[in-house]
């Protein structure tokens, strides 16, 4: 039996494959909200897919009573804008945040028209959902490790630009697993900063952030 994860996949394959022309698998930019959930500036559509349900399952978010219903946690509230999201629907939602590699930024979210259930939005939830989207690109301050490990001297700076810092780092010093790409073979400064051996990248913002200090 398949589960939603095959479904979602096939779906996406079948509606956009092949107007793509074969492009699905073709690795993207996502968008910093995608980035700060995936721990990953770049990844193939495909394997964001398969990602966010390695996600949705480890914080249990399926519906009980509808296996299709996804129960949007704090961070998928801020990626969707939703309290839950069907899985077909999650499909389509994931397209604005994943990127030709040659976008410079995501597109305003302002420009876009707004769902149907959005515009009924509760003015309290809309404030939150305001005040989540802000925090993100709000500055935090950094451990003192974190700041040696940049070596920019900066004690300051928002989650997508370390996280982007933290991706350059390990290409430049070819530090993937050439077996697995998404697993992370630490050199002594990374051994230092999150004190394991490898990791895996999905994780890479749940190990930063022990190193965002609440002001």
């Not at 996600?55 to 801020?78: F, G, M, S, T, W």
């Amino acid at each position: 039996m398949w589960n939603g994860e095959h479904i979602l996949m096939l779906k996406g394959v079948n509606s956009e494959g092949k107007r793509r022309g074969g492009g699905f698998n073709k690795v993207s930019k996502l968008s910093q909200q995608l980035q700060e959930l995936l721990g990953v500036p770049e990844m193939a559509r495909t394997e964001v897919v398969k990602q966010m349900w390695v996600y949705i399952r480890e914080k249990n978010l399926q519906d009980p009573v509808n296996k299709k219903n996804i129960i949007c946690d704090e961070p998928l509230h801020a990626l969707f804008g939703v309290e839950s999201i069907d899985m077909f629907q999650m499909n389509k939602a994931l397209s604005k945040h994943i990127l030709p590699l040659d976008s410079d930024e995501v597109k305003s979210t302002e420009k876009e028209k707004p769902r149907k259930h959005e515009r009924e939005e509760d003015p309290d939830e809309a404030k939150g959902k305001e005040k989540r989207q802000k925090g993100f690109l709000a500055p935090l301050q950094l451990s003192d490790a974190l700041v040696k490990f940049l070596g920019t001297g900066e004690n300051e700076l928002t989650r997508a630009v370390v996280i982007k810092r933290m991706w350059d780092y390990i290409k430049e010093n070819n530090l993937q697993d050439p077996a697995d790409k998404r697993k992370v073979i630490c050199d002594e400064k990374l051994k230092e900063l999150f004190e394991v051996e490898t990791f895996h990248g999905f994780t890479v913002t749940k190990l930063l952030a022990a190193h965002f200090l609440k002001s």
